[in-house]
């Protein structure tokens, strides 16, 4: 289930157990600048920092959730989607995972419901042993690009996949690297810089993941739901602020505000930066 070239074996002194903890590049900066943003930011710009934008990705999520239904969530934060599914989703039963413990926290101040748990686990120690039932959903946003490599990313999902129900959906709201390169090119072409990810992230690799054989999933689509509000902020709005305005761009702009509106619309297909993987059980 786990590539053995990225284990570190810890012995565990009170029972003699051993436990498997997985190391991959820049693991611990990541860890510190997700903690970081929880010191010096604002609780809706923890996990980001378009908080409009932000909206668009969890409605992705949102309205495939159902009622009545179990969800567990990869890299939860500080809860912000969970608030969103709270008042959205009726009667279902939650658990909320992520690998900063002070973010576990914060989570659990926010529900008294039995039912809805939080609890410190990094994605990529995931095994058959770490959660005792399947769900019906399995949920991320923007967590896991941030296991900067990319077998252990597609392990990730796969190991996931075992926790999923027979007829679960999982779904995961991460970047592309492919649509960025196409973005790039045409930002090419007037003279915009190169836009490359943060130093913590590792955007998905659409073929790859298109390609990979998963043993207990099936990759239904790649929704790219948000290439026109891409084309009119990293295109348009781009533009017209280096040749016209002569200033950077700001999510305060009102051509922003018009790119979220247009968000959905799906006139374009090939430069949603952010899409929807959607998964199902093979
Ligand atoms: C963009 S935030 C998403 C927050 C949350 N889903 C929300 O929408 O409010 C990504 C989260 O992934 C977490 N994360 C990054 N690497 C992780 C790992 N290896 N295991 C578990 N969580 C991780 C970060 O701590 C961060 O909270």
Redesign the pocket.
């Known amino acids: 289930m786990l590539a053995k070239k990225y284990h570190l074996f810890i012995k565990n002194l009170k029972n003699n157990q051993i436990k498997l903890i997985m190391e991959?590049k820049l693991?611990k900066e990541?860890?510190d600048f997700?903690v970081e943003r929880l010191k010096s930011n604002p609780e809706r710009q923890?996990?980001?920092n378009d908080v409009a934008f932000?909206d668009v990705?969890?409605n992705e999520i949102l309205k495939r959730l159902k009622d009545n239904s179990s969800i567990l969530?990869?890299?939860?934060?500080?809860?912000?989607?969970?608030s969103k599914i709270s008042k959205k989703i009726k009667n279902f039963s939650y658990l909320g995972?992520?690998?900063?413990e002070d973010?576990v926290k914060v989570c659990k101040k926010k529900t008294s419901s039995k039912d809805h748990k939080f609890i410190q686990?990094?994605?990529?120690?995931i095994n058959i042993d770490s959660f005792d039932q399947k769900y019906d959903f399995i949920?991320?946003?923007?967590?896991?690009q941030?296991?900067l490599e990319q077998k252990l990313q597609l392990q990730?999902i796969e190991n996931l996949g075992h926790f999923l129900k027979e007829d679960g959906v999982m779904i995961l709201v991460e970047s592309s690297a492919d649509a960025q390169n196409r973005l790039n090119f045409e930002r090419k072409k007037y003279n915009l810089h190169e836009i490359i990810p943060p130093f913590?992230n590792l955007f998905f690799d659409d073929e790859k993941i298109k390609d990979y054989n998963f043993n207990n999933l099936k990759l239904m689509e790649i929704s790219p739901f948000a290439s026109d509000f891409y084309y009119i902020t990293r295109l348009i709005y781009a533009r017209y602020a280096k040749e016209f305005l002569n200033e950077k761009t700001s999510y305060d702009h009102p051509l922003e505000k018009i790119a979220i509106s247009m968000a959905s619309n799906n006139n374009t297909k090939k430069f949603s930066q952010i899409q929807t993987y959607i998964f199902e059980k093979k």
Do not use: P
Not at 73 to 82: A, K, Q
Not at 121 to 125: A, G, K, R, V
Not at 139 to 144: G, L, Q, T
């Open positions: 991959y693991k990541n860890h997700w923890v996990c980001t932000d990705e969890d969530e990869i890299g939860c934060g500080n809860g912000v989607l969970y995972t992520d690998f900063v973010l686990q990094d994605m990529t120690d949920i991320s946003k923007r967590a896991i941030n296991v990730t913590h």
